[in-house]
């Protein structure tokens, strides 16, 4: 059984709980609807910006994502986080085109 606790209207995130009776156990979840910041993220991503070089945004994530990647080192570790952001599989939170 799967119940809705909460939704946040300004993250994006819904927030459930779900138990089993199966094995007698209770497990929260979290849901993000991150189709906003992938639409803004793909406007920008298309429109031009001539200027190159540091302190560019080249990518917004949501929150929960921030969050996810700072847990597992990625935020902390330049070189994975390049990989992250350069990885097709993670373009629509890419602001930009080009290699970072």
Do not use: C, H
């Not at 992938?38 to 190159?52: I, K, L, S, V």
């Not at 917004?60 to 847990?71: D, R, Y």
């Amino acid at each position: 059984m799967r119940k809705l606790l909460r939704v946040d209207p300004f993250t994006g995130t819904a927030q459930y709980v779900e138990y089993s009776d199966v094995d007698d156990t209770f497990r929260f979840i979290q849901e993000l609807d991150a189709e906003p910041i992938q639409d803004f993220n793909r406007q920008q991503y298309n429109e031009p910006n001539a200027r190159w070089g540091d302190a560019q945004r080249v990518a917004s994530l949501p929150l929960v994502l921030w969050f996810k990647l700072k847990q597992d080192g990625t935020l902390d570790d330049p070189k994975r986080l390049a990989r992250w952001l350069n990885d097709p599989d993670n373009r629509d939170f890419r602001t930009r085109p080009g290699w970072v």
